[in-house]
């Protein structure tokens, strides 16, 4: 069956990068594309970028000049990585396979920001 | 980027009662080609990652009751569930898949009386 999973710090210092891993099982990444989505604590969801099974990746213009997605496909993993962090980046980090909509989706990592 | 608006915010029914939930884009998610509506609904419990309830407007995924009813088309969308269930205590979101990027509504919270 289709997993994902996150993995990463759950504390972060302002102005830190963040690196998070999303590790999936029953599934290729070579046809398979993978989003990244956050959720502030008690708040709605901003998809943050993605990417797809041919390896491109598109980003939201809001944060596209901090964040990166990257992946291993040999190690079925695609990762996160987002500069110059700030308090509003507290949140639950979310991979979810994408297929224009999201159908399955990682149990989440919650990363808060803070000294 | 494409707006979602849903409304209400927040409501409150008793089991067994029919709730309606309301979604609007900015834009229409109908593509002509196909005849899609690029348009889901996913419900989220507390403490759990949104589940993916609805694709293209009205259908259900694998699994989903049938009392989840989702309908619309171009700007106006609606989630319907017939017979709410305690279980169904949730926030649900509307998502657009029209255009990139993909973007959420602010979601309804349904609370169970």
């Known amino acids: 069956q289709v997993q994902l999973k996150e993995s990463g710090p759950g504390l972060v210092q302002p102005s830190q990068t963040l690196s998070l891993t999303c590790t999936v099982s029953?599934?290729?990444?070579?046809?398979?594309?993978v989003s990244w989505i956050r959720q502030p604590p008690g708040k709605g969801l901003e998809w943050m970028g993605v990417?797809?099974?041919?390896?491109?990746?598109d980003y939201n213009s809001a944060i596209k000049s901090r964040l990166s997605i990257s992946r291993d496909t040999s190690k079925s993993q695609v990762f996160l990585k987002m500069n110059s962090l700030q308090t509003e980046d507290t949140a639950m980090y979310f991979c979810a396979r994408t297929r224009g909509n999201f159908d399955y989706w990682g149990q989440g990592v919650m990363v808060t920001v803070s000294s | 980027d494409i707006v979602m608006t849903q409304t209400p915010s927040s409501q409150a029914v008793s089991a067994g009662e029919k709730v309606t939930m309301s979604c609007k884009s900015s834009q229409s998610l109908l593509y002509s080609e196909n005849k899609k509506n690029y348009l889901a609904w996913y419900q989220q419990k507390p403490g759990q990652s949104p589940k993916l309830l609805i694709s293209?407007?009205?259908t259900r995924e694998s699994g989903v009751p049938d009392r989840f009813i989702g309908s619309g088309s171009g700007t106006d969308f609606t989630l319907t569930i017939s017979s709410v269930q305690a279980e169904d205590l949730a926030v649900y979101y509307c998502?657009?898949?029209?255009?990139?990027?993909?973007?959420f509504g602010s979601g309804t919270k349904l609370e169970i009386k």
């Open positions: 029953g599934l290729s990444l070579t046809s398979n594309s």
């Open positions: 990417i797809w099974s041919n390896g491109g990746t």
């Open positions: 998502e657009q898949y029209y255009d990139t990027p993909p973007t």
């Open positions: 293209w407007a009205s």
